[in-house]
């Protein structure tokens, strides 16, 4: 299992320990401001579950993010094939990978997603020699938009895409997409 580290953080798989503090992320109206909804306890632990089994079976995903000695668990950061089909994503979808992150309010503006992605992207381009990794989030995310032009990506505004996980009219539909390559 792979384990990435940078001057402050551990980027690990998951364990079980860490779907609890997941969960009270997951139900933080601040940090799922930009995602449909809080989850529940069964919700959040079904996607924990999902993001610790992708990890196992294909080698990378959403690694679980860690501040050695100060926090085991404070979200996560990683890469991962997109899922789902979109103008971005030529067939078959799981030939593009994404980069994202989400982490614990208490842990924003610390610089933590910045460094995680960071070491996120070295791998992918050096370690799985990538040519491209993408990113996306809705147009009100600001904030996630902040950490990708921080890592160096790109954005063009006729990338931008309407999520087909979502249904027409919903105010989270429209996303940017950010580009970066090797």
Same mark, same amino acid.
């Given at each position: 299992?792979?384990?990435?580290?940078?001057?402050?953080?551990?980027?690990?798989?998951?364990?079980?320990?860490?779907?609890?503090?997941?969960?009270?992320?997951?139900?933080?109206?601040?940090?799922?401001?930009?995602?449909?909804?809080?989850?529940?306890?069964?919700?959040?632990?079904?996607?924990?579950?999902?993001?610790?089994?992708?990890? *196992? *079976?294909?080698?990378?995903?959403?690694?679980?993010?860690?501040?050695?000695?100060?926090?085991?668990?404070?979200?996560?950061?990683?890469?991962?094939?997109?899922?789902?089909?979109?103008?971005?994503?030529?067939?078959?979808?799981?030939?593009?990978? *994404?980069?994202?992150?989400?982490? +614990?309010?208490?842990?924003?503006?610390?610089?933590? +997603?910045? *460094?995680?992605?960071?070491?996120?992207?070295?791998?992918?381009?050096?370690?799985?020699?990538?040519?491209?990794?993408?990113?996306?989030?809705?147009?009100?995310?600001?904030?996630?938009?902040?950490?990708?032009?921080?890592?160096?990506?790109?954005?063009?505004?006729?990338?931008?895409?309407?999520?087909?996980?979502?249904?027409?009219?919903?105010?989270?539909?429209?996303?940017?997409?950010?580009?970066?390559?090797?």
């Amino acid at each position: 299992m792979t384990i990435l580290t940078t001057d402050r953080l551990i980027l690990r798989p998951w364990t079980e320990a860490d779907f609890e503090p997941f969960a009270a992320m997951s139900a933080d109206p601040a940090v799922m401001e930009h995602f449909p909804a809080t989850l529940s306890r069964a919700e959040s632990d079904a996607v924990a579950a999902k993001l610790k089994g992708l990890i *196992e *079976e294909n080698g990378i995903g959403f690694w679980a993010l860690e501040v050695p000695g100060e926090a085991s668990f404070i979200g996560f950061t990683g890469i991962q094939k997109v899922m789902f089909e979109a103008p971005f994503v030529p067939a078959p979808p799981a030939s593009v990978v *994404e980069i994202g992150w989400r982490l +614990a309010r208490p842990h924003w503006g610390k610089g933590y +997603a910045s *460094e995680a992605a960071r070491a996120a992207l070295a791998y992918g381009f050096d370690e799985l020699g990538l040519p491209e990794i993408v990113s996306f989030t809705a147009t009100s995310n600001l904030r996630s938009q902040a950490v990708m032009k921080r890592i160096g990506m790109t954005h063009d505004p006729a990338d931008d895409f309407d999520h087909p996980n979502l249904p027409e009219g919903h105010k989270l539909r429209r996303h940017v997409l950010y580009r970066i390559s090797r």
